[in-house]
């Protein structure tokens, strides 16, 4: 499919383990985002990456999360030592430039991942 | 600061009716641009409209368009003849252009469309 992909839909763990959240941008954005959501709530900005900038990491809740994005593509969301209060859905969304100030810079968000840390 | 207000935690409507869902941004940035969102109970995030700041016109899409008033910095989003698909939660986001490269989201609208 040509839209932002994600794996796993759902991720079921126990608190204390280390989880890996992926996320295949569409093809040829630049510009790539990791958020989360709790019940009911609104997006709660995580990460950016733009091109081979370095990322904008200031929304990481702790150093327990971290995040990479190799050449310039695929993303991994890393959440080491998980905690019951990670639990919520982690979306991606990727624009086709995140700089540019017009339109082009719409995220396309990808199905998210549901986290559930027992 | 909150940037992006949405005063309307949820919102009803009878199904071939108009709605206006609020939004207010806040900025000093002279150019940025105002998105709106839809997510469905299925939790995908759906693009519906862009407005640019500089942009002369309100945009439209289909049956949404933006009612884009500058000087009052709202950017309220309205849906023409609501269909019962339209029920959702909707989000109002912000980019500022010069100061800051990050998306900003209000805390959501959920509309209802009544039958």
């Known amino acids: 499919g040509a839209g932002v992909s994600q794996s796993p839909s759902n991720k079921v763990t126990e608190k204390g383990k280390d989880v890996e959240l992926r996320c295949d941008p569409i093809?040829?954005?630049?510009?790539l985002y990791w958020y989360r959501q709790s019940l009911g709530q609104g997006l709660e900005f995580l990460i950016y990456?733009?091109?081979?900038?370095?990322?904008?990491k200031s929304g990481l809740p702790s150093d327990r999360f971290s995040a990479e994005r190799t050449g310039g593509s695929v993303s991994t969301l890393t959440i080491q030592r998980t905690q019951q209060e990670d639990s919520a859905v982690y979306l991606c969304?990727?624009?086709?430039?995140?700089?540019?100030?017009?339109?082009?810079?719409?995220?396309?968000f990808g199905p998210g991942t549901r986290l559930t840390v027992l | 600061a909150q940037k992006i207000t949405q005063t309307q935690p949820g919102m009803f409507v009878q199904e071939k009716e108009a709605v206006t869902l609020d939004c207010t941004y806040d900025?000093?940035?002279?150019?940025?641009?105002l998105f709106w969102y839809k997510q469905p109970s299925s939790g995908e995030m759906i693009f519906l409209i862009y407005?640019?700041?500089?942009?002369?016109q309100n945009a439209t899409e289909g049956r949404y368009s933006l009612n884009f008033q500058k000087a009052r910095k709202s950017a309220n989003l309205v849906i023409s003849a609501s269909q019962l698909g339209d029920s959702a939660m909707y989000f109002c986001?912000?980019?500022?252009?010069?100061?800051?490269?990050?998306?900003?989201f209000g805390p959501g609208t959920r509309l209802s469309v009544l039958p």
């Open positions: 990456f733009q091109g081979n900038s370095a990322p904008d």
């Open positions: 986001a912000m980019r500022e252009v010069t100061y800051g490269q990050n998306f900003v």
């Open positions: 900025t000093s940035d002279p150019s940025y641009g």
């Open positions: 407005q640019g700041s500089y942009d002369q």
């Open positions: 093809s040829g954005h630049t510009a």
């Open positions: 969304a990727s624009s086709r430039d995140g700089t540019s100030g017009t339109s082009t810079d719409t995220q396309y």
